[in-house]
């Protein structure tokens, strides 16, 4: 029997393990996945895209999903945490993104720091300037635009899978077992919990559940059969952006992944820019029976583009209020009206209200580095709403960096990010399942590496203060 039981060997549930070592308590960690040796997908070796594999070595196994991204840290908590969900102050996160940074540099990233030079402020102003000229043009409504600056590191898609080993070894001299390859379906408890897969039984007096966006909709399921009690928070719905990257050079090289907050002039809809990646690839990520796109960028391998999310928030209000499912049912429709593919279209052709053809696409001047897609038009597999807030966030975007809303930009959909199933929880993300913890992105809690490792920290001292 152990003290505590792991699901999941993503950021949060790595660094639950390790502060929960320190304490001397016995810990199994659980994965559906393999081994981060390994893992290896078709998206990660030819950046086209993980077409064959039915169970994804990119969305499990050790390192999550995170492990064949390209490790981008970031530092702040306002963006990857969602603070509202937590009882801790700012400064308080501080110090836990310290001891994040601290082990993963001790795993041996790169020192390169990004978005703390005093060229940021330059870039601070030039958006202020853009969003004073925003209101101006537009006194009956509340469009805006923000940029939020960042500490930030990248370690690279070709290097992170290094260092998550490296961390693994670290867990493992410290006493952690790993049982990997092991499906977990079902959770039992009466004084202690039970995890199952067919006949094989564990055991262990606490439970930290880290499911990661893969494994989110099992623990929902999960969840309710527990009695554990959820909420549905918004979800993103947008496109992946590529551009030549000497369109966005000036501003990548001062702040890696510049995050933009817009607040869109026909809706007021926010916005974001997300998971830029300079001279990177636009991907494949295989999520349950859908392709959904993504991106990517090395440390060692570069493109002539840069390629960005342009996210719309979306919340429902009754009579339908699953978001999960909303975003599952446009993604779903993008890949139907695609044939099993994403959409690649030229900004032009969607300016233009028309669709794309691969011999326009094979003649622009940004050249795709996603090669499995089907052209064709996003007007047809998104709501009207969602193309007004994309066209209109790149639009005022290109009046801070001149160049991404040119017609030979590229869009690709569906992207969806899915994180959008609650759970309630106490000051030690303690579910009202007592001895049940949740942690990171599949639990609502996050939104990217730091943030899902510092939900992982919280929970394993809330087993640590408990037990």
Known sequence: MYDVIVIGAGPAGLFA???LADNNLKVLVVDKGKDIKK????INSTRMGCLKCKTCD???????AGAFSDGKLIFSTKIGIFMDQLEITDEQAAKYMERVENIFLDCGIDKTIYGTSKRVKEWLKRTEKVDELVKLNNPNKTPSIKLVPSKQRHIGSDNTPLVIGRFKEKLEAKGVTFKLNFEVQEILKNDNFYIKRGTEIEQSKYLIVAPGRGGAYWF????????????????????????????MDEITKVIYDPKFWIDTPTYGDRVRTFCTNPRGFVTIEQFENMQIVNGHAMRNKRTKNTNFAMLSTINLTKPIVDTTEYGRNIARF????????????????LKRGGRSYQKGIDKNVVRQTLKTVCTGDLGLAYNYRIIINILEGLQMLNMVIPGVYKDSTLLYAPEVKFYDTRYTTDSNLQTNVPGLYVAGDGAGKSRGIVGAAVTGILAAEGVIRNS
Not at 39 to 42: D, F, P, V, Y
Not at 58 to 64: E, P
Not at 334 to 349: T, V
């Open 58 to 64: 990119i969305m499990f196994g050790v390192g999550g």
């Open 220 to 247: 929902r399921d999960t969840a309710h059969k527990l009695g554990i009690k959820t909420a549905f928070g918004p979800i993103d719905v947008g496109v992946r952006v590529e551009v030549l990257a000497k369109d």
């Open 334 to 349: 993008c890949n139907y009206i695609a044939d099993g593919k994403p959409i690649i279209q030229k900004l032009g052709d």
């Open 39 to 42: 893992r290896k997908c078709k």
């Open 17 to 19: 393990a390790d502060k």
